[in-house]
């Protein structure tokens, strides 16, 4: 167990109050229901002081973190009021060694972050961003960030983690971009006039509106669940995933390609398939979140500051998944991916929109369903998690604490990329197959 001790708690604000409203974009309104948290472990100790002071400095670039959600006429905004992040600094019992991919209990790591409930963030004047420094025995440090997802995604906290550091360091950045209207290529006024004679569907590509009822049985499922659920990293070298990359495209023709990503993932779905379905009946979705920033029209680089992404589904028969190639099934990731166009991720935006304007009981999800026989997966890949340095040195080492979904799946580079740690969540029941001999073959052979 792991036992934290606080020490302090304050309130850092920016240096300048630049008091604007920022309207949230449809993507940033379905995201504010989650959190976005990342921790950072540092082998020295870090400095306080220093962090807070580039903090304040830094935030005058990133007001919006510093703000408050409010709903107004504009729609639901950020106002950057200026009323600042909260900063905790603690101290726990256990050492640095304690901490590594496969070593630790991932509901433990929650310790490490302070918790904010994101669906009670909107005309309050409680903070959407909380970042903890813990201390550890003997030296080092952990840098705890937990931000309401509806500001930003998890490459755009990274961007901001690593302008952050140049900050500490006096180093120049790249300027964030804040105009959360750019990803909507719909007129909003038009869509609203839409609502009215036109009957929304209840899905679409990637999204579902569940009732009140069904949203309620969600949840209840959810915390049924989760007294049972365990979740464990494991870890795929580069040498691993060099040879599941070149059998995933053996029998792929000269115009066809795969990335590692598609790969890894057609593996994984193969493999807890196989483990967790025993009647090969019916069909199975993996649902990912893609970052669609390469896609926009026009397309958006690392400055713009919010959430850029969307949802990529595919649908197979549980038969093929099981029984068809890693080849296969890795291609048809790389064409669902390939498929996404700007147009449909404006349709998936509007549709967001057109739901939330509505105003009608219900809550938007994820078409996909957990319980039934999906998956889904959310990969950090290529972020420069490891370059986040205050002077100190660059991490040790760089995860996400306890995810809370069964059957969901996350995918983070190794340090000094040397592999990719694959954090996978389910039942107790599932995980002590999974971890066992047989299983464990079966997930590292790719013959």
Known sequence: ?????????????????????????????????????????????????KLTTSLSEVLNDFHVLAGRFTLSEKGLVISTNNHGIQFIEAECDKPIDNFSAGSIDKFELSKLIENIDPTGLINTDLPICTIKVTHLSGGGSVLGCNFAHGILDMDSLVFF????????????????THDRMVVESFDRIEAIQKIATEELPKETYGFIRFTMDEANNFIAKTAQTIQYMQEEIFTFDKSELAQLKSKASENLHEEEWISTHDALCAHIWQVLSELRFTDKAGSSKLLFVSNVKDKMNPTLDE????????????????????????SETA??????????????INGEYEWLFK??????????????????????????LGFPMYEVDFGNGTPHWVTVPFMGLSWAIRLMNAKDDSGIEVHMAMTEEFMKKLKSETWQKRLHMFE
Not at 37 to 44: K, M, Q, V
Not at 303 to 326: T, Y
Request: net charge negative; proline share 2%.
């Open 1 to 49: 167990m792991i036992e934290i001790q606080e020490l302090n708690r304050t309130t850092v604000k920016a240096n300048e109050c630049k008091n604007e409203d920022i309207i949230l974009s449809a993507m940033d309104i379905f995201q504010n229901t989650f959190t976005v948290n990342i921790l950072f472990f540092y082998s020295e100790k870090l400095n306080v002081e």
């Open 161 to 176: 983690m690593n302008c952050w550091s140049k900050k500490s360091l006096s180093k120049d950045y790249p300027l964030p």
């Open 303 to 326: 400055s713009f500051f919010g959430n850029k992404v969307c949802h990529v589904v595919v649908q197979k028969s549980i038969e093929s998944v099981c029984d068809e190639s890693v």
């Open 331 to 344: 291609l048809s990731i790389r064409k669902e991916i390939q498929n996404l166009s700007a147009d449909t």
């Open 355 to 380: 739901n939330y304007a509505k105003g009608e009981p219900g809550v938007l999800i994820g078409n996909v369903d957990l319980y039934g026989n999906d998956f889904f997966v959310s990969s950090f």
